[in-house]
């Protein structure tokens, strides 16, 4: 969460086990790019190194998308200070993410490419095919253009690899470095040295080996980078929806300008086709509005005066001018847009652990390598120096730490992403790990389970008290409260031509009632147990639905029957949920009858009503003391506490601030439906990020040994350096194309 802790949205959580806000109150998120990186170790050598800096309080790197979440406190360090540190490990600091995601482009990578690949063609060709008239230079010609190769085409490679060294640390760079150095610098003396060779039968060089290799992983880093960008695709599409410019009309007419200039209150007109720059009210006109890429919701959505708009949706027909009212980074697209990054950015359980085995294993491959080197050297066959460089080369170059760096970070861009386009907001990597765990899912049900949108059926008035009297006691009080009963209440007020008179000493009994005094009476309304608490004799009522109960100054005056509407899809969802094994519970504010009638529509046989917001927490905290996996599904403020302590929190998101904020997943739009598309996310993003882990593991300890010669002896076989770089770069387009079989899996 950016900003001060003063600017930060405060919430309640009652009794949560989860923790929001650092205890510094001065810490900034910023996103960094960062360049060089390559490999899983290159990811644990930046956070490790960072977090030692002072007023650094933690790093997250991702390599997919070749940035870093820094949480740093600016009156200790700023981002130039961030960069240098970034610099001093061996890694190029690229800027502050802001408006673009910056990546490695698969240009870059392409051009040295182009110079490499047809150099190493030459090479190669020249090594394998006798070409008489130059026989007795050759040597010397391969030395120039492998010299070219590593000088233009992988000079990346070596400087990272230099600046390792001086940092007395390793990465990928370190073992691609030592491994063509190695056959480029035997080469080299056997080209200079050619008669010493000669007369010990080692008269072999290897500058093909150190050019293809090259070219494979340049190739590999091409391929990759591509794929990953692929992989941001949902991402930049979000970027990319908030329009550049907008029509401001002010007192000098209409004009274009920088969507990024305008202010609060400034009138805006958007015509067909148009997009909403910022979100706005609509003031004049009418017209419908595609919200797809927000929502979800396939339908364009009615437009006219007093509705809201919001920044990067289409106006597919009709006109409107509208006011300003939220901008920049205040906007719900980039609201969006900033949990999708921070999803991106953060780690789920698994990629922690693969960091770990990442961090020693560069250091034990060069410890294998050298190992090889000496084995094949003592008691391999001739040529020994020549065999045991060969092995010692192809072991450096076929350990890939790369796709171990790769498997999670691009499987949870690219979920988080599609989750986006559908409707589905993820506030993290671990819960998309969690999710999928889920056996038991508790709902609120008003606006959760029903539509929220609440009307006053019946208005039961006692004796002696006047309609209007009584609704504007009543509305007064509620006007105070954000209770979706409240609501419709006042508006059942408004409707009947009722004032709503200033209210003081406002007190909210969370789940209960509330209380305040109106021109000098107090008013009660809430729950019948919360009036009989207060000595309210309280006549009950045969209404089924949901019940509010107001009290005159200690004394029953009447009671608001409130009915609500399932939604269309609740039915189907639960059903879809008892198919997945996962059980539903109803635990409700609300009456026995009113949960009864819903739950019994819906299919939901386990109920709970008339329970306070510490008593949700209490029945949760219950499952889980059971070992049950428990998800919690719901909108209000009444819901924060067990949203916090859930497993997983589902948050509608037409409910409040507080619920959005404590939840770990944001629902958009009204369909339930999308809870299950959540679920079935989850499952499939695990599903590829263990085959993603278990593919990059695989490789390593199956082609280690091959390369090192352990199957020599008994079948005769070993990995050339060639074959080990084309399989090294193989490895991590493999994890990445996998990954991107997300945006296309049906959910």
């Given at each position: 969460m950016k900003g001060s802790l003063e600017e930060r949205e405060p919430f309640l959580i009652l009794n949560s086990a989860k923790e929001y806000f650092s205890m510094s109150e001065k810490l900034i998120d910023q996103n960094i790019n960062i360049g060089g990186m390559m490999c899983a170790a290159c990811v644990r050598r930046v956070e490790k190194k960072l977090q030692k800096a002072e007023g650094i309080e933690s790093v997250i790197v991702n390599l997919a998308t070749n940035s870093a979440l820094v949480s740093y406190n600016p009156d200790v360090l700023g981002i130039e200070q961030i960069g240098e540190e970034v610099e001093r490990i061996g890694y190029e600091f690229k800027g502050v993410d802001q408006d673009t995601l910056q990546d490695e482009t698969s240009s870059y990578y392409a051009k040295k490419l182009m110079i490499a690949a047809p150099l190493s063609l030459i090479v190669f060709t020249l090594s394998m095919v006798k070409i008489p008239a130059i026989e007795s230079y050759l040597f010397y010609i391969l030395l120039v253009l492998t010299l070219s190769v590593m000088v233009f085409g992988g000079d990346i490679f070596y400087r990272v690899a230099w600046k390792n060294l001086k940092n007395r640390t390793s990465d990928m760079n370190t073992l691609l470095a030592v491994g063509t150095l190695s056959a480029f610098t035997y080469s080299v003396f056997v080209t200079i040295f050619a008669e010493y060779f000669k007369s010990r039968g080692n008269y072999f060089v290897y500058y093909d080996a150190a050019c293809v290799i090259i070219s494979f992983i340049l190739l590999g880093r091409t391929m990759e980078a591509r794929a990953k960008k692929r992989a941001k695709g949902a991402i930049e599409a979000l970027l990319n929806l908030a329009p550049k410019t907008a029509y401001l009309i002010d007192e000098d007419g209409e004009k274009e300008v920088p969507a990024s200039l305008l202010r609060i209150d400034d009138k805006i007109r958007v015509k067909p086709g148009g997009a909403i720059a910022?979100?706005?009210?609509?003031?004049?006109?009418?017209?419908?509005?595609?919200?797809?890429?927000?929502?979800?919701?396939?339908?364009?959505?009615?437009?006219?005066?007093?509705?809201?708009?919001?920044?990067?949706?289409?106006?597919?027909?009709?006109?409107?001018?509208?006011?300003?009212?939220?901008?920049?980074?205040?906007?719900?697209?980039?609201?969006?847009i900033n949990t999708v990054k921070s999803a991106t950015a953060s780690k789920p359980k698994v990629q922690r652990m693969a960091d770990q085995v990442s961090s020693v294993f560069v250091p034990t491959v060069l410890v294998i390598a050298c190992v090889t080197f000496l084995v094949w050297f003592f008691f391999g066959p001739a040529p020994l120096l020549a065999n045991s460089l060969l092995?010692?080369?192809?072991?450096?170059?076929?350990?890939?730490?790369c796709a171990m760096g790769l498997a999670t970070p691009t499987a949870v861009m690219v979920s988080t992403g599609r989750g986006a386009s559908n409707g589905i907001l993820v506030k993290n990597g671990e819960t998309l790990e969690k999710a999928c765990k889920v056996n038991r899912i508790i709902f609120d049900k008003t606006g959760t389970l029903t539509t929220g949108d609440l009307q006053v059926e019946v208005c039961e008035i006692e004796d002696g008290l006047a309609k209007k009297e009584f609704l504007s006691c009543a509305a007064s009080l509620e006007a105070l409260s954000d209770h979706p009963l409240a609501n419709s209440i006042v508006d059942y007020a408004k409707d009947n031509d009722v004032d709503i008179i200033e209210a003081i000493d406002f007190e909210n009994h969370d789940g209960e009632g509330v209380t305040a005094l109106v021109n000098g009476k107090k008013i009660y309304a809430g729950k019948k147990e919360y009036l009989d608490r207060q000595g309210i004799n309280v006549k009950d009522s045969a209404f089924s639905g949901s019940r509010v109960y107001i009290a005159i100054d200690s004394e029953y005056v009447g009671m608001f029957g409130i009915t609500d509407t399932v939604k269309e899809d609740a039915s189907a969802t639960i059903q879809a949920l008892k198919k997945k094994g996962i059980t539903p519970v109803i635990v409700s504010g609300d009456n026995e009858k009113a949960v009864k009638i819903v739950a019994d529509k819906i299919g939901i046989s386990e109920t709970y009503s008339g329970i306070s917001p510490q008593g949700k927490l209490e029945i949760l905290q219950d499952y889980r003391s059971k070992g049950d996996i428990v998800a919690m599904v719901g909108d209000g403020v009444n819901d924060a506490a067990a949203l916090a302590a859930s497993d997983v929190g589902f948050a509608m998101s037409g409910g409040t601030d507080v619920a959005m904020q404590s939840g770990d997943i944001t629902i958009l739009g009204d369909s339930t439906g999308r809870i299950v598309k959540a679920i079935n996310l989850s499952c499939f993003t695990l599903s590829i990020i263990k085959q993603n882990l278990f593919w990059a593991f695989f490789y390593n300890i199956a082609l280690i040994p091959l390369a090192a010669g352990v199957f020599y002896p008994v079948f005769g076989i070993q990995l050339s350096p060639m074959f080990a770089g084309a399989a090294m770069a193989f490895s991590s387009v493999s994890v990445v194309t996998n990954s991107l079989r997300l945006k296309i899996k049906k959910i």
């Open positions: 910022v979100d706005g009210e609509v003031l004049e006109g009418q017209g419908r509005a595609d919200e797809s890429m927000l929502t979800g919701e396939s339908v364009p959505v009615s437009k006219r005066a007093g509705d809201t708009v919001y920044a990067g949706t289409v106006l597919t027909s009709g006109t409107v001018i509208y006011s300003a009212k939220t901008i920049g980074n205040e906007t719900v697209l980039a609201g969006i092995a010692f080369v192809s072991v450096l170059i076929v350990a890939c730490p």
